[in-house]
């Protein structure tokens, strides 16, 4: 299965939430490859804690120097062996694998997605499609290159057939839900592009579904929620008013994957949430839960029926 991350915005959690569910993919016995196609900045090495790649490989090896076609063999790394994270090096027999494909360390954003881009683009997701269970490919935000180039790859007939899901990551805000309905429908966003590249623009968008990061907690029992009444009232008039908005914007329940909650750790570090963070109180269960309650539902065959 291939799965793209975008957002209209940037800093909408695109990366740290795919690298999360890259994660909790692998925990389930998945194997996972997580490619790194924010070419502008690309940030999964260190997410994944590889000091060694933090800002793309600095060996022109990367995905940058693959897809320009000077190197034949785009670079893999094993995050479960080459993590400085002890605890991301000891996962057991039963997790999957979880291998990065990291940009180039200095690699900028395509101009344009030439064919012979495009080519490469395709060989590359067609081989990884049949060694990992899933492909998760991070893309730069907005309209980019990168959506174009994989809009274009995955509609030429060598890949056609495979399954492929898009998930759009957008902050629970007006804006936010304003930009990534833009994205998906608005002129020469996802739907329309596609349309171009070849591809059916109803398949395209049954295939679509929205992540809502960051979601802060209204409720003021809850921990980690607000205290006073009156801030807590308005927080949930907002709540539904935006709720209201996401689904007149094609963004409801219907179309939804799932949501993220606030969580601490995350505002002040980008990286893996793993569950002995949370044994040692330090990140918060919900968190955990909502990570995993995404693979669960990436995978689920119902969640892709045709609404
Ligand atoms: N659930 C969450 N709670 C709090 N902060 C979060 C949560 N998810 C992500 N963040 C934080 O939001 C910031 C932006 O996240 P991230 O880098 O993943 O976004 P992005 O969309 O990939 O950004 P870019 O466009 O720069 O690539 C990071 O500091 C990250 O740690
Ligand atoms: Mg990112």
């Not at 915005?9 to 790194?36: E, F, I, P, Q």
């Not at 076609?69 to 000891?90: C, K, M, N």
């Not at 980019?144 to 990551?169: C, D, G, H, N, Y």
Request: charged share 20%.
């Amino acid at each position: 299965m291939l799965v793209f991350s975008t957002s209209d915005k940037g800093g909408t959690g695109r990366s740290v939430t795919s690298c999360n569910l890259a994660y909790r993919l692998c925990v389930s016995g998945r194997n996972v490859a997580y490619v790194d196609f924010d070419f502008g900045s690309p940030t999964a090495g260190a997410l994944f804690e590889i000091s060694a790649v933090e800002r793309g490989t600095a060996h022109q090896d990367g995905l940058h120097s693959y897809l320009l076609g000077e190197t034949g063999v785009a670079t893999r790394i094993d995050v479960r062996t080459a993590s400085d994270r002890p605890a991301l090096r000891r996962l057991g027999p039963r997790a999957g694998k979880l291998v990065l494909y990291p940009g180039d360390e200095g690699g900028a954003e395509f101009l344009t997605a030439e064919n012979a881009v495009v080519t490469r683009c395709a060989e590359l997701l067609l081989a990884l499609e049949q060694e990992f269970k899933v492909v998760l490919v991070d893309l730069s935000a907005g309209r980019s290159v990168a959506l174009e180039l994989v809009l274009k790859a995955t509609a030429m007939p060598q890949l056609r057939s495979f399954t492929a899901r898009w998930l759009i990551f957008h902050r629970w805000t007006r804006q936010h839900i304003l930009a990534a309905s833009g994205l998906v429908h608005g002129p020469h966003g996802l739907t329309q592009a596609g349309k171009e590249c070849g591809h059916d623009p109803l398949e395209l968008l049954e295939s679509v579904r929205y992540v809502r990061t960051a979601v802060p907690n209204p409720t003021p029992a809850a921990p980690g929620g607000v205290g006073r009444p009156a801030q807590a009232a308005w927080l949930m008039e907002q709540n539904a008013a935006l709720k209201r908005l996401a689904s007149a914007n094609q963004l409801g329940a219907s179309s939804l994957l799932g949501e993220t909650p606030m969580e601490p750790v995350l505002q002040w570090r980008e990286q893996v949430i793993m569950d002995m963070d949370v044994d040692a109180k330090i990140a918060n269960p919900a968190t955990t839960a909502a990570y995993t309650e995404l693979a669960r539902r990436l995978l689920d065959a119902a969640t892709w029926e045709r609404f």
